[in-house]
């Protein structure tokens, strides 16, 4: 896998483009327990974000009934085209971000670091049983990070209300090529059973996370603007406000629960729409 990976590198003269994070995994063992980790068979259609030079697609191929593969980078794409004979993998040439998503339920990718944070939050509003995924070490300890934990933020509330999500292992940068800056993870997400998941008003989430360290009442405060309220508004609205619930609690430790509870205190005083 290694020996075809750099033959392909050379054959082709690549440069690894650092803008859309080209890190390629260059041991096989850690393909292997990702695709373990799938539980794929047969039945299963993965999606996988940036084949890169197809060393997962192939692992994925010979395990899961279908593989759509979105890959942004043109010059891979050809590669891929050429080069691989895979009678079950479609490569979708294209941006994960944008391009339509064709109906999966599972997700098997080795990430481009930049778009960690939007492709999570597309991924969480699609219908899937499990996904594994590796990401920069620092994104994925925030994924799993729980309230009151230094490292808890917007995307770990986030997480937590939609999904089940598992830190499993830490990857050296010694495991691609090019070596990257930075370690990585691999993270585990399941979505909760759709009556346990918590659908939350993301400028309130976005207001008030913007202060994780304030309470919840300092952080509106500091926030108002965000929610549509100017100083006097929200002075009119400080002595209702201060009857929220959860108002002396730093944002820091508020469950998705406890988010939800602000958010219906306020939409019941009028504050937010
Ligand atoms: N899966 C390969 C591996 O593990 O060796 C490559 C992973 S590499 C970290 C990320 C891949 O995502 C690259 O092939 C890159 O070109 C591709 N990529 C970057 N941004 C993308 C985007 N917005 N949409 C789809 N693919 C993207």
């Known amino acids: ?60 191929s010979k395990r899961a009934g279908k593989v759509y593969a979105i890959e942004k980078d043109p010059r891979l794409v050809e590669i891929l085209r050429k080069e691989y004979d895979w009678p079950n993998v479609e490569i979708i040439e294209g941006d994960a971000l944008r391009v339509e998503f064709p109906e999966f339920n599972k997700i098997v990718s080795n990430l481009p670091y930049q778009i960690s944070s939007p492709i999570t939050f597309r991924f969480l509003r699609y219908e899937f049983e499990r996904a594994v995924l590796i990401y920069q070490l620092e994104f994925a300890q925030r994924m799993v990070a729980e309230p009151g934990d230094k490292n808890y933020s917007r995307l770990s509330l986030m997480v937590r209300a939609k999904a089940y999500a598992e830190l499993v292992e830490r990857i050296g ?101």
Not at 10 to 19: G, I, P, V
Not at 38 to 55: I, S, Y
Not at 229 to 257: G, N
Request: hydrophobic fraction near 40%; avoid cysteine; charge should be positive.
């Open 173 to 273: 940068r010694g495991a691609f090529w090019p070596r990257p800056k930075v370690d990585s993870a691999v993270v585990v997400l399941e979505p909760k059973p759709k009556d346990e998941r918590i659908e939350l008003n993301e400028d309130l989430v976005r207001a008030l996370f913007q202060h994780r360290r304030s309470t919840v009442l300092a952080a509106l405060k500091k926030s108002h603007h965000m929610l549509g309220l100017d100083k006097d508004e929200f002075k009119r609205a400080r002595d209702v406000l201060s009857t929220m619930p959860h108002a002396k609690k730093r944002v820091f430790q508020l469950t998705p629960m406890e988010v939800k509870d602000i958010e219906e205190f306020l939409v019941a005083e009028k504050i937010l729409g």
């Open 1 to 60: 896998m290694r020996e075809r990976l750099f033959s392909l590198i050379s054959k082709y003269n690549l440069k690894a483009s650092s803008d859309l994070g080209q890190n390629f995994l260059v041991v096989p063992d850690i393909i292997e327990r990702n695709v373990e980790r799938a539980g794929l068979n047969k039945d299963d259609t993965v999606l996988e974000v940036g084949p890169g030079l197809g060393v997962l697609t192939d692992a994925l």
